[in-house]
């Protein structure tokens, strides 16, 4: 379901509507908790009471209207009766006789609706009168009766009125008389009244010499289906400020899915600081042993910067670079990392001989097997158990 399309009535239920597939589903009658359950995560458009709104229009030049547009509360705020800064006023575009027609709703109304949405997880859409349910066509009115018993009427594209319990005669007069000759409607159209108020309308429609047309239950779905984005309506509220934002609102269930995927990520990136912290640590000890070994080989070095170049600086020294310093190179390739502690390095004749700590004679062992898998010919000549660990010697040298 694309949208849901909601129509609150004075008794606290609410009508709704779904769109799916470019199809309109009637929905029924609901409470809005028993709505929120059912489409949680929904995209919404209110249609809220008209009795809650003012729709009214005023004569003014395009220029004053660019002016006043962010004043427009001024215009109207007699007919109000409110502060014009607690009032939320929208422009609809100018009619064909000059005047533009306004619609307006308290800061608080519009408040409430949007947090409405909010708290039952709807992203809200659009926000409009619900006189707009009614079909609007140049020169005719629309008229209707809703099941809750209030009468509504349409006489322009954002125009009319919803009242409850008034005799529809008496509220076509009241439209009648302040339309001026020149908006006359050319025809009426009214729907979902007993045959007794269809009666009472037919003579007040012969009286003013215009043609109506009855049919039964309201049919609310072609209109919805009509509109491609009620967004982008005229008469939505949510503009200026208001205006709504694209917005993905997730249902509870995947909420929680979320929540747990959120979680088992913040596990991961933990145990991952934990592993690179502990492979840093074992990187340090690596680095801190071979220096140590270092310092034991050449005692009368001051400063270090490099170990590995400075051990190849003094093999090429010793030996001439007679074949010490692969070796070397490769034995401490092979330490690195392993967890091994070098403790003596003796180098003769082309033979080095190194004396390790480890934790068990399998770590010794697996230094001989990495030494052997470089090419180098290696040999354990002793392995002795002291202090809880393993002290052991191994003979070193290039292959045949």
Same mark, same amino acid.
């Given at each position: 379901?694309?949208?849901?399309?909601?129509?609150?009535?004075?008794?606290?239920?609410?009508?709704?509507?779904?769109?799916?597939?470019?199809?309109?589903?009637?929905?029924?009658?609901?409470?809005?908790?028993?709505?929120?359950?059912?489409?949680?995560?929904?995209?919404?458009?209110?249609?809220?009471?008209?009795?809650?709104?003012?729709?009214?229009?005023?004569?003014?030049?395009?220029?004053?209207?660019?002016?006043?547009?962010?004043?427009?509360?001024?215009?109207?705020?007699?007919?109000?009766?409110?502060?014009?800064?607690?009032?939320?006023?929208?422009?609809?575009?100018?009619?064909?006789?000059?005047?533009?027609?306004?619609?307006?709703?308290?800061?608080?109304?519009?408040?409430?609706?949007?947090?409405?949405?909010?708290?039952?997880?709807?992203?809200?859409?659009?926000?409009?009168?619900?006189?707009?349910?009614?079909?609007?066509? !140049?020169? #005719?009115? $629309?008229? +209707?009766?809703?099941?809750?018993?209030? *009468?509504? =009427? @349409?006489?322009?594209? &954002? %125009?009319?009125?919803?009242?409850?319990?008034?005799?529809?005669?008496?509220?076509? !007069?009241? #439209?009648? $008389?302040? +339309?001026?000759?020149?908006?006359?409607? *050319?025809? =009426? @159209?009214?729907?979902? &009244? %007993?045959?007794?108020?269809?009666?009472?309308?037919?003579?007040?429609?012969?009286?003013?010499?215009?043609?109506?047309?009855?049919?039964?239950?309201?049919?609310?779905?072609? =209109?919805?289906?009509?509109? &491609?984005?009620?967004?982008?309506?005229?008469?939505?509220?949510?503009?200026?400020?208001?205006?709504?934002?694209?917005?993905?609102?997730?249902?509870?269930?995947?909420?929680?899915?979320?929540?747990?995927?959120?979680?088992?990520?913040?596990?991961?990136?933990?145990?991952?600081?934990?592993?690179?912290?502990?492979?840093?640590?074992?990187?340090?000890?690596?680095?801190?042993?071979?220096?140590?070994?270092?310092?034991?080989?050449?005692?009368?070095?001051?400063?270090?910067?490099?170990?590995?170049?400075?051990?190849?600086?003094?093999?090429?020294?010793?030996?001439?670079?007679?074949?010490?310093?692969?070796?070397?190179?490769?034995?401490?390739?092979?330490?690195?990392?392993?967890?091994?502690?070098?403790?003596?390095?003796?180098?003769?004749?082309?033979?080095?001989?190194?004396?390790?700590?480890?934790?068990?004679?399998?770590?010794?062992?697996?230094?001989?097997?990495?030494?052997?898998?470089?090419?180098?010919?290696?040999?354990?000549?002793?392995?002795?158990?002291?202090?809880?660990?393993?002290?052991?010697?191994?003979?070193?040298?290039?292959?045949?």
């Amino acid at each position: 379901m694309d949208t849901l399309f909601l129509h609150p009535d004075s008794q606290g239920q609410v009508t709704a509507w779904g769109r799916e597939a470019g199809a309109i589903q009637v929905l029924g009658n609901h409470s809005f908790a028993d709505l929120a359950d059912r489409y949680a995560g929904a995209r919404v458009v209110i249609f809220a009471p008209s009795s809650q709104c003012l729709l009214t229009k005023v004569t003014v030049s395009a220029r004053q209207r660019r002016q006043a547009i962010d004043a427009l509360g001024w215009l109207i705020e007699e007919q109000v009766g409110e502060d014009a800064e607690n009032l939320h006023v929208i422009a609809g575009p100018e009619q064909a006789d000059g005047d533009t027609p306004l619609l307006a709703m308290s800061l608080e109304l519009v408040e409430y609706w949007r947090t409405t949405c909010r708290e039952a997880g709807w992203a809200l859409h659009a926000l409009l009168p619900d006189v707009m349910l009614l079909p609007h066509a !140049d020169g #005719a009115w $629309s008229m +209707t009766l809703w099941p809750d018993g209030t *009468v509504a =009427l @349409r006489t322009g594209m &954002m %125009a009319g009125a919803v009242l409850d319990s008034v005799p529809a005669v008496l509220m076509l !007069d009241a #439209a009648m $008389s302040e +339309t001026p000759d020149s908006g006359r409607p *050319v025809s =009426l @159209r009214v729907s979902g &009244m %007993a045959e007794s108020d269809q009666v009472a309308v037919q003579a007040w429609a012969d009286a003013q010499g215009l043609p109506v047309e009855f049919s039964g239950t309201h049919d609310e779905s072609e =209109l919805l289906l009509s509109v &491609m984005d009620w967004a982008r309506h005229p008469a939505n509220l949510l503009q200026g400020r208001f205006a709504s934002r694209q917005q993905v609102l997730v249902p509870p269930a995947l909420r929680i899915a979320a929540i747990f995927l959120l979680v088992a990520f913040s596990v991961q990136l933990v145990s991952e600081w934990a592993r690179y912290a502990y492979y840093s640590n074992q990187a340090e000890k690596s680095q801190a042993a071979a220096i140590t070994l270092y310092k034991k080989l050449f005692p009368n070095e001051r400063r270090i910067v490099s170990v590995r170049k400075q051990m190849e600086a003094h093999l090429n020294e010793g030996s001439g670079g007679d074949g010490g310093l692969p070796v070397l190179t490769k034995i401490a390739e092979a330490v690195q990392g392993s967890g091994l502690v070098a403790q003596r390095v003796d180098f003769a004749s082309g033979v080095l001989t190194l004396d390790i700590e480890a934790r068990g004679l399998t770590e010794i062992d697996a230094l001989k097997q990495k030494l052997q898998d470089v090419g180098l010919q290696a040999e354990i000549v002793s392995a002795n158990a002291q202090n809880g660990a393993i002290r052991g010697r191994l003979r070193v040298e290039t292959g045949a």
